[in-house]
């Protein structure tokens, strides 16, 4: 919570400074067993939702070395969709896919998988973050039209003018599940007008084991990913940056899925330019280019040959280059916030199958999709009096999508009559709002139409297996937008050792984008149960809520409850399909000086409100799991070191969430090392 | 020996036709004639007559073919009355196979038709094509090859009926949507296959491989001359069989699948 909310009186001063990071911003007052503040740029991830008035602090060196997927499963809202044990995909609130935006420091990306395997939260790291930022309404932190907001992960920078001029992190860690081993390092070099930091990390793990002994074939996964950046002052308020990263996986098991990955790469790359002038209205402006592009195989040579009924190879490229130009304003009371973006994003992806004794097939299953989407947003936030802070918002986006090869066009000739491309116009609107009704109590709402184009996918997918509900896909070029309505509204109620915060969330789709059965088609896909074709129904509806609280019965100790549920219903009373039940995550911290000590549990309702008929899902059954860590700091010279031992599933129970495709059991009791130094 | 110079010939014409190719990088304005394969050419007292095809061997199924008629002293002739009658010889009998006869193209020069060749040349077996103008016979002997997949289906109807179903191959198969075209001929005896029309034709591609089909194909319909076109859809490249249902007016069928199998 800002201090801004304890007390009134110093409320302008504090938010102006936090507004220039244009977050809400709320830090728990709690202390962090190893949080070390002179190398906090290199070892921090935070994560802020946007309208929500609090930012969780997660910042233990030890989470670097988890992956992205097991920060962002903790964070209220989120529930993952997962595969295998590598690169899970996330849903915000039940909403997935092309609903809601991810980028990489305001990048678009595009995963470059068919099946996607590969979101784009798999090709950055904790290591490379320094913020996880996301947004439940289409006018979030985003900057792209949506129907359901998004995540941002925005990149670590390198410092200048930082008093050590050479400071790092080293850390190694191991799990008995899986044997798994994750390698991480950081360095960064400082001086006045220069720095350049580098961070990386390598993981590899065997086949993990779930709960009971039950060994998970093809779960195996390796990876390194490396992120550089440097900084150079032109003066002292004008900055030229440039980013890279570079994210590489090696055979990849998707135990889920019908094949596996033997490689997953991305290069990602951007230049920018900060002018950050003082005295001025203008606060901010900045400017970057970037490109990335992402190379993906599946791959079923190590499969056994009774899965594999017909080998085939299936590569996919996705290519993105962008600019971004934003800048923020502040004047009297109005913080405003202006963006023009532009990118084109190209989508390949083919398959050669190699029957025995009959000649090989080839065809595209994204037959060379091309999109390319101008946008401008426009954003102010509002401060009337004391109380209210009022934040509308805008943004226009124009999509055109079409097929930029000769052989695309004539794969989709199977498939559609007359032209393939497409424009769409999209906007969104949303008028957020915020009242301080005293100094423990606020109410915040938010009011917003979202819209989206159809994706590439959902526009022009060549027979693409689904293995949720075991169906071969097929675009449809005459998807209307899908659009929303969504509204939400939360309290919350602050003091001294009590926080607690719920908040409800509506949205009312139209043309709601779905699979549905088309008949007369027969399947691609050997075993497919049959053919669907992507369609607009009429509405869907979307509702739930979160609670989050947290309470210090006495210093040093600390209870934090996550707690959330999602409920999706189609035009005719069907259940959504890949809608998380009600999901609690509760633990209890114990942090006396250097030490630290924690348990959690973390528990899922079954999940019976599913429609099998029509969207193929299956029921879940609930489960809850416990965790425990301890770690200790040991301060060597002007060094930390930070060691951390946690167990996860002490009781080896056998669980899925109700979004694993497939249902296949996550890991068993995993116990887990960590050593990390930060100099 | 005669295989031999056939082998030949064919050498000759693929190196020709590839020559041929290469020099055509070359844009040329004027009307677009496509390439044609000299199969032979034979004279009479008044007329060369020169037999040509789409492609330099000619194979089991439909080919389309081309006469050219010169005078003696060269002169195209575009008023003759020219008719062709393919041959085969055998040591026992002889006989024909369904054919088109031809009629003068203004826009390519040649009198143009068709042969739906129901066999290969065999050792002792021998295509000839019989060409007559203005009364004057010559024979041109010719080669049919094996098309590499089954372009022509030759099968027993439930009225003991044979027929005979023969694909038109276009120049080049493409992935997605083709026009496709079929010609349907019944046996009524050794020289004699009338193009029969106003069957009903229902195609069903599949891929043996994988046992899946394709959607969005049309099936052929009768225009005329023994001819059905459609469309058919190939959502990949490789091996298809294109299943046909061949039913009379009446609606007896005719011919369970007649299949035809395509590789590209």
Redesign the interface.
Known sequence: MPPAVHNKKHMRIPLYALLLCSVPFMVHAQSETDSVHHSYTLSTVNYTILGQRYQKNYTRSRELQQSTDRLLERIPGVTMIRRGNFAMEPTLRGLSAAQINMTIDGMQLFGACTDRMDPISSYVEPNNMERIQLGFSPNGEQHNASVGGGLNFSLKQAQTGVAKVWSGLVGAGYETNATATQTIAALQYSRSRFAISANGVWRRAGNYTAGKGQEIAFSQYNKWNLGLSAVYLLKPNQQLRVDYLQDEGYNIGYPALTMDVSFAKAKIGSASYIYTPTGMKLKSWESKVYYNYIDHAMDDTKRPAWQVP?HMDMPGTSQTMGLYSRAKWYYTNHFLEAQFTAYSNRLHAE?T?Y?KN???????TLPDVQRTVYGIDLKDKIYLGQDWTLSPSLTVNYVQSDIYTE?G???????FTGSLDRKNLVWNAGLNAEKQINGRWMLFGQLSRGARSASAQELYA??LFNRMDNFDYIGNKDLKQETSVNASLGMSYHQHRLHIQPQLFVYRFSNYIVGQR?Q?????T?GASG?KQYVNIPDALLYGGELYATYRPWDKWYIQSTNSISIGLDNAGNALPLIPPFKSINRIEYTPSKYGFYAESISQSRQDRISTVVYGERASIGFTIFNVGAGRNFTIGKNTLNVHAAVYNILDKQYYEHLDILKLYRPGRNVALNLSLTF | MRKIFALVCVAIALCTYTSCKSKNNDPKPGIETPAKSQLGTASTTDYIITLYADTPLLFTGYNRLYVKVQDATGAVSSTANVSIHPLMEMSTMSHSTPYEQVSYDAATGLYSGAAVFIMPTADDDAWKMEVTVNGQKVAIPVTVGTFPTKVISISMGSDNTTYIVSLLRPATWKVGMNDVEFTVHKITDMMNFPALDNLTIEMTPEMPSMGHGSPNNISPVSTGKGHYKGKVNYTMTGDWRLHLKVSDASGTVLLQDAFIDILF
Do not use: D
């Open positions: 017909i398959m199958m029957p009959a000649a090989e097939m080839f065809m595209l052989l066009k004539e794969t989709l000739s199977s498939l060549f027979y088309k007369g088609y027969s399947t691609m050997i053919v």
